[in-house]
Nanobody, 119 residues
Framework: QVQLVESGGGLVQAGGSLRLSCTTS????????IGWFRQAPGKERESVAV????????SYADSVKGRFTISRDNAKNTVYLQMNSLKYEDTAVYYC????????????WGRGTQVTVSS
């Protein structure tokens, strides 16, 4: 069982920045891909960014490219999502999730952290 805990959400003005963190109960995220997802009220959940823990390979949704950066800290077993130039439409509950790299489905999810961007 993998437990994930998100933190760092909050209220920020448009144009501002936040950094989200995702920590795990496991000793390491090795062999996992960690993704950040978000879900706004009345909308479907969407993938925001993904990072392969072992390789550091990243990918981003088009809507956040150039503004968000996903990264990892091996020593802290933590994945970060640095969010800059935030827009009102970035308002959502943000979740981190983990999947083994040879699977397609994210099996483990955190409870989420609210990000609210005021216009």
């Amino acid at each position: 069982q993998v437990q994930l805990v998100e933190s760092g959400g909050g209220l920020v003005q448009a144009g501002g920045s936040l950094r989200l963190s995702c920590t795990t109960s496991r000793r390491t995220f090795s062999s996992y891909a960690i993704g950040w997802f978000r879900q706004a009220p009345g909308k479907e959940r969407e993938s925001v960014a993904v990072i392969g823990w072992d390789t550091g390979t990243t990918s981003y949704a088009d809507s956040v490219k150039g503004r968000f950066t996903i990264s990892r800290d091996n020593a802290k077993n933590t994945v970060y999502l640095q969010m800059n130039s935030l827009k009102y439409e970035d308002t959502a509950v943000y979740y981190c999730a983990a999947r083994l790299i040879w699977t397609r489905e994210y099996a483990y999810w955190g409870r989420g952290t609210q990000v609210t961007v005021s216009s």
